[in-house]
């Protein structure tokens, strides 16, 4: 409510500001005045505010301010000053009153009735203004021109400015939630990608927890110590809580990052999110690298997040590999062949050894470590091999040679990438 009067006070004291902004035609005390323009924009705006309320208060600021100012400067006599204040009121009243009843009070509203409302509360508010002044009387045609002229052109300026406004504001708000939409699919996908693979790691979880129990049973046969006996237990149920708490965490990732939040998208939207999240993580630490995209097809991918995952490591080993190059360059290209899809993720950077090559896809092997000898995080390029083959029934190579650059080519059966992820 306290935020309603100050919207209301605001908008008062701007038209009142704004209608010493005039010049007078046709009749004295008739002027033309900016307030007029900015009127329609504060009800566009303010629509929430009843508009009879919002002319009250600007009937009551306007006029009385001319007013005021005429009188200080003894522009007129005291009759004539109180005739234009008058009308003043009427005209700002008459506007609000029209407004109240052909449009605000209406549970439907758009831009087209309210370019229509606003040009008929200026031409009937104006016609009562000028009938006041002029004793209703001197009517011509000349006179409905002039009114309905301004009125329209008036209408026009600050329905298009208002319009415009709206528009620019659209726009800036849908691309900021694409933005959060663009952020949200980037983290789905790594917590997916992790998901599937704590997945998988359930199976050796039992395996650890079943050895343990049989080493307890065999150390019982043997009348080993009890010691060790109570060892072998304690990893046994130590295992099994361990593995009830990656349950857990499965079961929670699951149902926030499940199927129901796995919209289908275009594969040039996926690689665009790919591309400026890549760009927007490496320019502070890798402003030279250049990311090249080169795609024309226009398939629909319902089973997007694996494949983000799939490139977006492998365009990140990419810079890596260039080692801070001065005319670092990643190329993706996206080829249609038939019953598959290619992507080819290429660099120019230091390349790789045979010994190297033969080794990528091992799990485990890496050759990313920082400064304290951590390893880097990142799915791995033997999980991006294992995504390939079981998510997309595909293959991934590798060309590489030393110094002068990598490429690895994923092919990707076509039928998987356009298929809807199954439940498991």
């Known amino acids: 409510?306290?935020?309603?009067w100050r919207r209301t006070f605001i908008a008062a004291t701007s038209i009142a500001l704004a209608s010493?902004?005039?010049?007078?035609?046709?009749?004295?005390?008739?002027?033309?005045?900016?307030a007029a323009l900015l009127l329609p924009i504060f009800l566009y705006f303010n629509d929430d505010i009843n508009p009879i309320q919002l002319m009250f208060c600007i009937a009551m600021a306007s006029p009385i301010f001319r007013g005021l100012l005429l009188f200080i400067s003894h522009d007129g006599s005291v009759d004539k000053i109180i005739q234009f204040v008058?009308?003043?009121?009427?005209?700002?009243?008459?506007?609000?009153?029209?407004?109240?009843?052909?449009?605000?009070?209406?549970?439907v509203r758009n831009n087209s009735s309210f370019f229509l409302i606003i040009l008929i509360c200026d031409y009937v508010a104006n016609f009562f203004e000028i009938s006041l002044l002029t004793d209703f009387s001197h009517y011509t045609y000349e006179l409905f021109q002039i009114i309905f002229i301004t009125a329209l052109i008036?209408?026009?300026?600050?329905?298009?400015?208002?319009?415009?406004?709206?528009?620019?504001?659209?726009?800036?708000?849908?691309?900021?939630?694409?933005?959060?939409?663009?952020?949200?699919?980037?983290?789905?996908?790594s917590v997916k990608s992790e998901v599937y693979f704590m997945k998988k790691n359930i199976s050796e979880i039992e395996n650890v927890m079943k050895n343990a129990y049989?080493?307890?049973?065999?150390?019982?046969?043997?009348g080993t110590d009890q010691k060790q006996q109570d060892m072998a237990l304690d990893i046994a149920r130590d295992v099994h809580e361990i593995k009830k708490d990656y349950?857990?965490?499965?079961?929670?990732?699951?149902?926030?990052?499940?199927?129901?939040?796995?919209?289908?998208?275009?594969?040039?939207?996926?690689?665009?999110?790919?591309?400026?999240?890549?760009?927007?993580?490496?320019?502070?630490k890798s402003p030279n690298v250049v990311i090249e995209v080169k795609n024309n097809l226009d398939l629909v991918i319902p089973n997007h997040y694996y494949l983000v995952s799939i490139i977006s490591n492998l365009i990140f080993n990419a810079v890596d590999a260039l080692d801070d190059k001065p005319n670092g360059l990643i190329r993706l290209t996206v080829e249609d062949k038939n019953d598959h899809v290619i992507l080819n993720v290429s660099d120019n950077g230091i390349g790789m050894d045979e010994e190297t090559k033969d080794m990528i896809f091992?799990?485990?092997?890496?050759?990313?470590?920082?400064?304290?000898?951590?390893?880097?995080?990142?799915?791995?390029?033997?999980?991006?091999?294992?995504?390939?083959?079981?998510?997309?029934?595909?293959?991934?190579?590798?060309?590489?040679?030393l110094n002068k650059g990598t490429n690895f080519k994923v092919t990707l059966n076509k039928n998987k990438l356009l298929q809807e992820e199954t439940a498991e």
């Open 1 to 4: 409510m306290q935020g309603r």
């Open 20 to 34: 010493q902004v005039n010049f007078q035609i046709y009749a004295p005390g008739f002027i033309l005045t900016l």
């Open 86 to 107: 008058v009308t003043d009121m009427v005209f700002y009243l008459t506007y609000g009153v029209i407004y109240y009843f052909l449009y605000w009070r209406r549970g």
């Open 154 to 189: 008036r209408t026009l300026l600050s329905c298009l400015l208002a319009f415009l406004y709206h528009y620019f504001t659209l726009m800036v708000r849908q691309e900021k939630h694409e933005q959060r939409y663009y952020q949200f699919i980037w983290i789905a996908a």
């Open 214 to 222: 049989l080493l307890n049973q065999d150390l019982k046969d043997k």
């Open 247 to 284: 349950q857990n965490v499965i079961r929670g990732l699951g149902d926030y990052f499940g199927s129901d939040n796995n919209m289908p998208m275009m594969l040039s939207d996926v690689l665009k999110v790919i591309t400026n999240y890549i760009r927007e993580s490496i320019k502070q």
């Open 362 to 401: 091992q799990p485990g092997f890496t050759t990313k470590f920082n400064a304290s000898g951590d390893v880097y995080r990142g799915i791995g390029l033997s999980h991006v091999a294992l995504l390939v083959k079981e998510q997309f029934d595909g293959t991934i190579q590798v060309d590489s040679q």
